[in-house]
């Protein structure tokens, strides 16, 4: 699954909610990329500016990003494995699948 949706705007991708899992998500992670991050964090105007610079300044070694939308601060990380405190789902997801998929 590779979704990027933001604000209504679908990025060359499936709705996020076509995807088996798009009902589902994580908040207040760490660890993210096994705590290191590929470069020093740096100021991006929005998520799909923060993704390219990535992927472009670490010739597509970093496969995740964070993007904080009020600080408007990237990070790359060379994988997504993260260490999570919530799961969010809607009622029609299946969370066990969902649970198994990203751990």
Sequence with gaps: M?????????TGCTP???ENCGGYIQ???????GGTEILDSFFAEDINSCSMSCKQTTNGKATFVTFN???QICECYENGHRECLNDV???????QYCQNYHD
């Design 2 to 10: 590779s979704c990027v949706q933001v604000d209504e705007e679908c």
């Design 16 to 18: 996020c909610l076509a």
């Design 27 to 33: 908040t207040e992670c760490r660890n993210i990329g």
């Design 69 to 71: 939308k009020k600080e």
């Design 89 to 95: 789902v809607t009622s029609d997801t299946d969370f």
